[in-house]
């Protein structure tokens, strides 16, 4: 069996063999988000990517994943607390100012030496512009080189400030100034703060936690086999804390713990094993410390960090052995992760910018933990996976970064759930992604060209009467179709190599969409019966697939039926089948009058409107279990079809009164255009044989049919204004051509004799007409005459 790789960062470069722990098993621990506020598409891009890679584990290579996700919890309870004092208009506006000053002094130092006065939100403008403008522009801090994180900072800062200034003038109180009074409040109340009572820095996360179980939902992101809080775990943290203390690698200083650097690598461990040329950057320290790093006292070496905090007023705390304190940022990941997977797991991953030094702070404390002397070092995690950034404007989309759109408004304005996760299916999972338009068309294109595919093989099969007894267990040396069973059994080697080769979805997408291809172009052959033993094949297979990838939130494993569902569709609890088919047995109804209000003569008609007995088809599906809608519809929409074919065929075969005819015409489109769009059926008309009976997405169908008729209405309206052009031509034409010759110059103040033809002889200041101006004068006379002439011949000499 070929052997999976995947791309390691404890071994960066390429792919390296993967081998758990036990055979057919995975333990996977991923960290989970920070919930202080709505998720954003940067948490979508590494939970999705993630979903991918598990699922693909679970149901392509049938590995049983114990997955495990940890959730932290932090937020800012200052500004609630503010907008519960009673402000008046004035007090609030004087905080939001001095919070307005004092961000800017804090966070865009440059605007201080523009030279323009004090700061308010009058000045900020074009202070604003002096002081930053070439960043605004595209440029950068320094003038040399490309933007950057550090230009994408200042201005999300900018973007902060231009709010605020915005709430100053309108005078809306603290709506609209919410960045720049967190930190400001933080300054001034912090420390006064009652922590004793922890919820009040709960009570917002658990909210912000069932958003973000909401939005994986919605996602259709698999959920964890165990979720873990830092809440429930403190007493287990003091005592894994007491653990490195006890084996040397860590010590207390003024009630903070750090972990011991020098100490871990004298016995014989790595550290920074992730990122080792970052071990002593101050500025990712810091960034990873949070909080923690303002006020650290007592460490050996800068590069130590916090396992156990002391807490400042207005910070939460827990007892210890220290002191009243509260854990580190990193020691939490640890301490779950080991409770769920034991001293060692399979795959541990997150985002790419917790490497260094979340992930590698992790790494140490975890190894030190469990570290026996004289062993060696220990292995706690053997594969670390890091999904790659997502950019925009090639700055990572962060929380941070204020560069970001939530997951609700996403999904809400710009994606489907399964857009998004083929956006990301496009990309590799390690890889930054860009989103761009081409990426997006790309992403449209895939996906229109599946769910067209599984419309027409689903349409066709139904037309067959095939699609209850799908082929699920096929022959293919036995098929008809030996050209595309071939492909077939080729997309299936290639797409499995690509998931080996580190789960190379990209390359994937590319083959499932060469399938798909091929086979359109062997099912639309004219010259030739295709097989649809040999696309429902293809079909169920592609099924399969999409499925795996997460593509159908309403596919439950073994992925074994035929297409996928409507985006953003949910499975139903329950069908029942009476109303689930009314509203296509009311069309039918009322399609059936209809026909018959036409008093037609032909047998034909006749024969239809008396012997199609779709409530009887329906009647024995219900009896034999069968709950899929569209199936269920099948009997009433194919009688339907059935007489708009047969009103077709009439109309072009039979010598009818015009009246008659245009109202069988009439009918045949609204049955097409209104009555079965409006239900989400669409009919493909076909030479000599019944239509084509497709299911498609109604507000699709409506959209085509409004676009349409927006066309045929733009159209009209150029005809419209090219008639009334044309007349106004016209009549601008005869107007002109109504004067004589002999009076087309008299009356012009440029001159002042005119001969007996009427042409100039004197200019207005007595002086002769010149030769050359003479002579061009007489060419617009004479076709002045020639006109005029036109005009007495077409109205005669009385319309004068």
């Not at 009058?122 to 522009?137: M, N, P």
């Not at 950019?391 to 941070?400: H, L, N, P, R």
Request: hydrophobic share 40%; aromatic share 8%.
């Amino acid at each position: 069996m070929a052997t999976i790789t995947v791309h390691n960062s404890l071994k960066p470069g390429a792919p390296v063999p993967f081998v758990p722990r036990e055979e057919g098993k995975v333990s996977w621990y991923a960290c989970g988000p920070t919930t202080y506020d709505l998720s954003h598409l940067g948490h979508a891009r590494n939970y999705v990517s993630t979903d991918i890679i598990r699922r693909i584990l679970m149901h392509h290579f049938g590995f049983k994943v114990k997955f495990v996700i940890i959730i932290k919890a932090r937020r800012k309870r200052l500004l609630d607390l503010e907008k519960e004092k009673p402000y008046s208009p004035a007090q609030a506006r004087d905080l939001v100012f001095r919070a307005f000053q004092a961000y800017a002094q804090s966070n865009l130092p440059l605007l201080a030496g523009t030279g323009q006065g004090e700061l308010d939100e009058h000045s900020y403008q074009e202070q604003k512009e002096k002081a930053y403008g070439s960043v605004l522009a595209g440029g950068t801090l320094s003038g040399e080189g490309k933007p950057s994180d550090a230009e994408a900072k200042v201005k999300m800062h900018l973007n902060n400030m231009d709010s605020a200034a915005l709430a100053l003038k309108e005078n809306s109180g603290f709506e609209g100034a919410e960045e720049i009074l967190l930190p400001y409040l933080d300054s001034l109340y912090k420390e006064t703060i009652d922590t004793s009572d922890q919820t009040i820095f709960t009570d917002l996360t658990q909210a912000m936690e069932r958003a973000f179980n909401d939005d994986m939902e919605a996602l259709n992101v698999l959920p964890p086999d165990a979720v873990t809080r830092v809440t429930e775990y403190v007493p287990q943290i003091v005592s894994f804390v007491e653990q490195i203390i006890k084996k040397g690698f860590a010590y207390e200083a003024n009630g903070s713990v750090y972990f011991d650097i020098a100490a871990f690598e004298k016995a014989g461990n790595t550290y920074a094993r992730l990122r080792p040329e970052s071990r002593n950057d101050k500025a990712l320290q810091e960034e990873g410390e949070g909080s923690l790093s303002k006020g650290l006292e007592g460490k050996k070496f800068p590069g130590d960090f916090a396992l156990w905090k002391k807490s400042k007023p207005g910070e939460p705390y827990w007892p210890s052995p220290w002191g009243a304190g509260r854990p580190g940022w990193h020691i939490e990941c640890s301490v779950m992760a080991s409770d769920k997977l034991g001293e060692q797991m399979d795959i541990h991953s997150g985002g790419i910018d917790l490497a260094f030094p979340h992930h590698d702070n992790e790494l140490a404390q975890s190894e030190a933990y469990f570290h026996e002397c004289g062993k060696g070092g220990h292995t706690w995690v053997n594969y670390f996976l890091h999904m790659g950034h997502l950019s925009i404007a090639g700055s990572k989309m962060s929380k941070s970064l204020k560069n970001f759109q939530t997951i609700q408004d996403a999904l809400a304005t710009t994606y489907t759930a399964r857009n998004m996760r083929i956006v990301f299916l496009m990309g590799r999972w390690n890889d930054g992604v860009e989103i761009s338009p081409d990426m997006r068309k790309q992403a449209d294109n895939w996906e229109n060209t599946l769910d067209n595919f599984f419309t027409n093989i689903k349409a066709r099969l139904a037309e067959a009467e095939s699609a209850a007894n799908g082929i699920k267990d096929l022959s293919l040396a036995e098929s008809p179709g030996k050209g595309l069973t071939h492909e077939l059994e080729q997309a299936k080697k290639d797409l499995d190599a690509a998931l080996r080769n580190s789960f190379d979805t990209p390359s994937a997408m590319q083959v499932i969409l060469r399938l798909v291809r091929n086979a359109n172009i062997y099912m639309n052959d004219k010259n030739s019966e295709p097989s649809l033993q040999a696309l429902e094949a293809v079909a169920r297979w592609v099924t399969k697939i999409v499925g795996i990838f997460g593509l159908d939130a309403t596919a439950k494993p073994p992925y074994d039926g035929l297409g996928w569902s409507s985006a953003g569709a949910a499975a139903p609890a329950h069908v029942d089948p009476q109303t689930a088919v009314k509203p296509y047995a009311a069309i039918f109804a009322k399609v059936k009058a209809d026909v018959q209000a036409l008093n037609l003569s032909e047998a034909s008609i006749k024969t239809l409107l008396h012997q199609q007995t779709p409530e009887a088809e329906f009647a024995e599906l219900e009896k034999q279990g069968e709950r899929d809608v569209e199936k269920l519809a099948l009997p009433y929409l194919r009688a339907t079809s059935r007489l708009r074919d047969e009103l077709r065929a009439i109309v072009s075969s039979a010598i009818l009164e015009p009246s008659t005819k245009q109202a069988m015409l009439a009918l045949s489109d609204r049955i097409r255009d209104y009555d079965l769009t409006d239900l989400g059926v669409q009919l493909d008309d076909q030479l000599d044989k019944p239509s084509l009976i497709k299911f498609v997405p109604a507000a699709k169908l409506i959209a085509a049919r409004e676009e349409k008729a927006a066309q045929l209405a733009e159209k009209a309206r150029q005809k419209e204004e090219a008639r009334k052009a044309r007349e106004k031509a016209e009549e601008e034409k005869w107007a002109k051509a109504k004067v004589p010759p002999q009076e087309m110059f008299k009356g012009d103040p440029k001159y002042q004799d005119w001969d007996a033809d009427g042409l100039p002889s004197k200019l207005a200041d007595g002086s002769e007409v010149p030769k050359s101006q003479v002579k061009k004068l007489k060419k617009e006379w004479d076709r002045q005459k020639k006109l005029h002439e036109e005009y007495l011949a077409k109205f005669g000499s009385t319309a004068v």
